[in-house]
Nanobody, 117 residues
Framework: QVQLVESGGGMVQAGGSLKLSCLVS????????VGWEHQAPGKERIQVAD???????YVHHSNEDRFAFSRDIASNTVSLQMNNVKPKDTGVYFC???????????WGQGIQVTVSG
């Protein structure tokens, strides 16, 4: 059973930075794909970043110049560094671990990010 704890959300002014983290337990990151999905108010959820079990990262092209996605094997944590945030980044972010080569997936409760200005 995979469990996860999301942290790092909150309120930030436009142009600032924020780091979202997802601590995963129950499986090693080397056996998981882990993504972050963003749900803006009134809009559908979209994937903003993903990392494979091998450590290959993906960031949505619209955010490539502002977001960085990484993982720490020792702590079994993935992190999304958000720089130069914009009001459009406001919404709820969900951590989404998926065991490699399965159709299983898990979701966090979501973490709120609010960008003002």
């Amino acid at each position: 059973q995979v469990q996860l704890v999301e942290s790092g959300g909150g309120m930030v002014q436009a142009g600032g930075s924020l780091k979202l983290s997802c601590l995963v337990s129950g499986m090693k990151l080397e056996d998981l794909f882990v993504g972050w999905e963003h749900q803006a108010p009134g809009k559908e959820r979209i994937q903003v970043a993903d990392i494979s079990n091998a450590g290959d990262t993906y960031v949505h092209h619209s955010n490539e110049d502002r977001f960085a996605f990484s993982r720490d094997i020792a702590s079994n944590t993935v992190s999304l560094q958000m720089n130069n945030v914009k009001p459009k980044d406001t919404g709820v972010y969900f951590c989404n671990p998926r065991p490699a080569y399965t159709r299983l997936e898990y979701w966090g409760q979501g973490i709120q990010v609010t960008v003002s200005g």
